[in-house]
Each structure stands twice: as structure tokens, then as C-alpha cells.
């Protein structure tokens, strides 16, 4: 091995952070061969986290730190939404902690590589697509577990939650999440309803933000925000809600 690329590593690697993670990609950019850097894996300097990526040497990576990378690194369109960025925010106070999935979101078509995927990370780590959103809008850089992540800001993550109800987010406990969030930004709302492609997301933020008399409601400009047409039954033996054409859980229309 040269002496530029033993230097190279040799930085690389004690310039990785605790739990962090440098992937193939990365190491290409830096002029680190594949073979240049198994040298180093069987010399004890770096472990490997699956194929295309590696670690420090008696290192754990945490989703966090891989995520970073792939982020950083490789500029993947992946970032932390909804239930898992409010909770972040400090709205998640409804988080079934222990039991609620690590929530990732990107366009169709842009998923983690193999490798993060495989890997058994001690929470859950549950990614979805959806062209729902536009890309990149309201998502902005925030801290998990002393890792800089993209994340969904509330205005987003609150409509990436409507996404997943009610199969994979219970309704009734969205709206309790949802109605805590006072401080919603009415133009990064307009925003992303306008843009928005579900009219069930759609509709479901309209009507709960209404029963919750959020301020953000009142100046949103309702005539822009494209509802759609015909009834949506989302739960069984529901009541329906005639302005939003909702069949929503009854324990949402009691007064």
C-alpha cells in the first residue's frame, strides 16, 4: 500500500466519529481502493457493517450514524419523518416508546442500501416511499444521538403520519399528536397541501385541524387546497363527517 492512501485511512478512520459509519462510496472519493481497504479490515483498523460500509474497530454503529453517512456521504434522498421527527421536536409525547419503528421517508424509487437494511439496529428501522410530498420541502437538518439528520419539520411529519393511518398509525392517537401542534407555519402548510397528491392526507389534516381549532387553520387559504370529490370510508362503523367526506373513527366527532 502507498503511503498516500495508508495516510488517507489511517485519518479516515480516527476521524470517525464514535458509532458512525464510512461507506464505499466514500472511500472511493478519497482515492481508498476496495483492496487497499481490506488490507485494513484484516489488520484490525475497520470492521465491516455489510457490503458497502464499514466501521471503526470495536465500534457499534446506531441507525443514526449509518444514516448520517448515507446522508453525508452519499447524498441519499432519505430522511427521518413523521412519528420519529415530532418526537424529535418534542411533540412526541403520544410515542410508543420501546415499541414505535424508526420512521424513514423518501421519494419512489430512492431506498437505503442493502446493507442498512439488513443490519439488525436496536430499534426497528422502518422505511417508506411515497409520492405524496414533493421532495425536500420542510425537511431541514436537525440532532439524533449527536448525529446532524435530515428530518421532516412538524408540517411535514404531520401529514407523513395522516399517510400511515389508520394501518400503520391509529387515527385517534394522530389527532392527539396533531392537536398539540399550535405553532404550525400557515405558508410551509399551504405549501405542502397544495402539493400534496392524498386527498385522504389532505382531508384528514383539514378536518382535524378544525375539530382542534389549530391556529394554522384559519389562515390557510381553503379554496387552493384541491379536496377531491366522493366519500372516503377509512375505519368500519365509522361516523362520517359530510364537510370533509370522512368516515372517520366515532370517538373522533363525540363533543
Not at 1 to 24: C, E, F, N, Q, Y
Request: hydrophobic residues 45%; charged residues 20%.
Amino acid at each position: 500500500m502507498g503511503i498516500s492512501s495508508d495516510s488517507k485511512i489511517k485519518s479516515l478512520v480516527h476521524a470517525l466519529p464514535r458509532h458512525g459509519a464510512v461507506t464505499r462510496s466514500a472511500l472511493a472519493a478519497l482515492g481508498i481502493t476496495p483492496q487497499h481497504t481490506q488490507k485494513y479490515v484484516a489488520g484490525g483498523w475497520l470492521e465491516s457493517v455489510g457490503s458497502g460500509a464499514f466501521k471503526r474497530a470495536g465500534d457499534t454503529p446506531t441507525w443514526q450514524g449509518a444514516l448520517h453517512a448515507l446522508q453525508a456521504q452519499d447524498g441519499l434522498a432519505v430522511h427521518v419523518g413523521g412519528l420519529t421527527a415530532l418526537a424529535a421536536e418534542g411533540a412526541g409525547q403520544f410515542a410508543r416508546l420501546g415499541r414505535e419503528p424508526v420512521w424513514l421517508f423518501s421519494a419512489r424509487g430512492v431506498r437505503p442500501p442493502l446493507w442498512f437494511r439488513k443490519h439488525r439496529w436496536p430499534a426497528e428501522v422502518t422505511h417508506v416511499t411515497s409520492k405524496c410530498l414533493p421532495a425536500g420541502v420542510a425537511v431541514r437538518a436537525r440532532d439524533f444521538g449527536g448525529f446532524s439528520l435530515l428530518a421532516s419539520a412538524p408540517e411535514r411529519a404531520i401529514l407523513e403520519c395522516l399517510l400511515l393511518a389508520p394501518d400503520r398509525m391509529d387515527l385517534v392517537e394522530t389527532y392527539g399528536l396533531l392537536e398539540n401542534l399550535r405553532t404550525l407555519r400557515p405558508k410551509v402548510m399551504q405549501t405542502l397541501l397544495e402539493a400534496c397528491s392524498s386527498v385522504k392526507v389532505k382531508r384528514l389534516f383539514m378536518f382535524m385541524a378544525e375539530r382542534a381549532a389549530l391556529p394554522v387553520f384559519g389562515r390557510l387559504d381553503h379554496g387552493r387546497i384541491d379536496l377531491g370529490r366522493g366519500a372516503r370510508s377509512l375505519v368500519p362503523k365509522g361516523a362520517y363527517v359530510a364537510k370533509y367526506e370522512l368516515v372517520v373513527p366515532r370517538a373522533l366527532v363525540r363533543e
